[in-house]
DNA sequence: GCCGTACTACGACGGGTATCGTACAAGGGT
DNA sequence: ACCCTTGTACGATACCCGTCGTAGTACGGC
């Protein structure tokens, strides 16, 4: 072992560098739009496999990396598991309201399409 | 001529076919949202020449088809030319404080890089 | 040490898409 | 009628991306 804390580090873009651009496409696909909102449902820190998702590990993978990537999301490594959490604070200092209006629509959307079925 | 007004019909989604994601998405491409953002500035309904983009006039035809298939905006011919409008009320109606947010956005983080050069 | 769990890396594949060039259509002005 | 302006259609191209399977790594428990 080389470190205590952290053995395996994730990079992640620092607050200045992430783009607006980035984010919305994040965002955009509907397997990281719901990864988004089970992680502002429940507030703490989510290990990878707390979600399922309809789509294989390796794809589940690549899309964390996607959102982690983007500034949407900070991950972890706690042992064997992988914790996530919404990188809130960085995004509302950039973007304020942002990350609340999407999720308020992704909500409203999900509302009507439920009533509708 | 067929009908007075509109001889080349031009399809839009209804407001109630609008999705969320496919709104993102066209959002998250830089030339997009740049047209998005100098609609919302300009109040009324633009020319597509209106727009000065770093690309062929090919392309500027497919970003606004893009734009007006998700939903963001609403296009008109008059004669030669074709009109573009943010639709903003429909936005407003399912996705209440997104569109704001994201122009805030962009506005913020244009501010951001000129700010830095 | 051995195994199981959690996640990753890599390659492949199919579909989407941003871009262009060229050729074309529609409409207004002269 | 002619042309110019405005925008479209279509094909081509190169790239990106979402998906998967398989093989592999890291860590903790037994």
Known sequence: ?????SPRA???????RIRLE????ALSDPVRLRIVRDMAREATELSCSYFDLPVTKSTTTHHFRVLRESGVIQQM????????ALRGEDLDALFPGLLDAV???ADAQAARTEGAA
């Open 10 to 16: 994730l990079e992640h873009p620092p607050r200045d």
């Open 22 to 25: 980035a984010v919305l496409h």
């Open 103 to 105: 999720l308020a629509a």
């Open 77 to 84: 490594y706690r042992g064997t598991a992988k914790l996530n």
């Open 1 to 5: 072992m080389t470190t205590a804390t």
